[in-house]
């Protein structure tokens, strides 16, 4: 699976949107793009994931470039209960079926 | 409501005291899966299993074992519990394939003295 690369910690203002990059530049034509969240020390949350196309669900929108070598989560309204530690990570179609958690961006919503 | 869930969220040992974690997931997922998380280390896989009846070690599986008798069940068995076994562990499930999220549970932590 491709590694990633994400910046270590970011501040969003509560109610704007908070855009975080991911950097995969070795990524493989058939490998997704998952993020998941980790709030204290809760289980990770899936939050989204997207193979080429740009994604949107109830939590997050997923974009991902048209080259595929970067992506960007986007919370549309940031809250305070946001603020978690979030990870990019590839997936490719391992037959071990796990996920490589990196070190994530942590994300502090402020006020 | 989907979900996976441990017991027990929290559990004080000691050294050589056999213990099981519980795994039960209500999604009807063929793939599951145990991790466990430590400072400065993150998230590594101790055994998985592709369907009832198959598992298969993970990254760390010195210590551990596991059993898939039924779907939804997969057991995480400490049969001698040593100190650097002290984490917080996570089981997950999912349908399998790259293109199926893995959902976990909540977390159980661990502390062997």
């Known amino acids: 699976d491709a590694k990633t690369t994400q910046p270590p910690s970011m501040d ?13 530049s070795t990524i493989s034509g058939n490998e997704y793009v998952y993020w998941y ?7 990770p949350q899936y939050i989204i994931h997207g193979l080429k196309n740009n994604e949107t669900n109830e939590m997050a929108s ?17 809250t305070l209960r946001d603020t978690a530690v979030y990870y990019c990570i590839v997936r490719g179609s391992s037959n071990t079926g796990k996920l490589i958690f990196g070190q ?5 919503v402020k006020p | ?3 996976v869930t441990q017991n027990p969220r929290y559990l004080i040992t000691v050294t050589g005291k056999k213990l099981t974690v519980t795994c039960s997931q209500n999604m009807n997922h063929e793939y599951m899966s145990w991790y466990r998380q430590d400072p400065g280390l993150g998230l590594r896989q101790i055994y998985y299993s592709m369907n009832v009846e198959v598992t298969d070690k993970g990254d760390v599986p010195e210590g551990y074992k596991v059993s898939r008798k039924e779907k939804r069940n997969f057991p995480l068995i ?6 650097n076994q ?12 790259s293109n199926s999220p893995l959902h976990f549970g909540n977390g159980t932590r661990l502390t062997v003295t």
Not at chain 2, 86 to 97: E, H, I, K, Q, V
């Open chain 1, 104 to 108: 994530g961006t942590t994300l502090q």
């Open chain 1, 37 to 43: 969240r980790q709030i204290h020390s809760q289980g």
């Open chain 2, 86 to 97: 002290t984490s917080l562990y996570f089981c997950a499930s999912s349908w399998g394939g």
């Open chain 1, 12 to 24: 969003c203002a509560e109610g704007r949107a908070a855009n975080l990059p991911c950097n995969h």
């Open chain 1, 62 to 78: 997923l974009i991902i470039t048209e080259d595929r070598k970067s992506s960007t989560l986007i919370l549309p309204h940031a």
């Open chain 2, 78 to 83: 400490l049969e001698s519990p040593s100190p």
């Open chain 2, 1 to 3: 409501e989907a979900q």
